[in-house]
């Protein structure tokens, strides 16, 4: 990676930090997003390999892979009962979702674990590698 590629990819990592701070992902536990980049990875079928090899992630758990718009669905649903703060996050979490669809190609979540559920929002970077977000969910 040149130096103009890797200028251009810590911009987009910064675009995605921006997008999702203070922004929480609801489950039974609110939780946030983290940037994350996989420069090394080129093909996604490389992808849950990588993603197992970081610290605190599930042994032997298989990745379930999911599409964008199902990850984020009660994050940007329009509430007409809602109150300011929800419409404020529902509105911040489709333009994330937006961007991460823009900006990434191939974009897929990829969840790892069982109740406690390791979730890689992850697509491929014009520069190479793949590039995006994590959180944690809880589902019992």
Do not use: W
Request: glycine share 6%.
């Amino acid at each position: 990676m040149n130096n103009s590629d890797s200028a251009s990819t810590s911009a987009l990592l910064e675009q995605f930090r921006a997008a999702s701070d203070g922004l929480l992902y609801r489950s039974e536990t609110d939780s946030p997003f983290e940037v994350v980049y996989f420069p090394q990875v080129q093909d996604s079928g490389a992808l849950p390999a990588a993603i197992a090899q970081l610290p605190d992630m599930p042994e032997g758990v298989k990745a379930e892979v999911v599409e964008l718009p199902y990850f984020f669905r009660n994050m940007v649903r329009d509430d007409p009962d809602a109150g300011e703060e929800e419409v404020s996050i529902a509105h911040r979490s489709r333009e994330l979702q937006n961007l991460l669809e823009q900006c990434l190609e191939e974009v897929k979540v990829y969840r790892l674990g069982k109740r406690r559920i390791h979730a890689f929002v992850l697509g491929k970077t014009a520069t190479g590698g793949y590039a995006g977000l994590k959180t944690i969910l809880v589902e019992t």
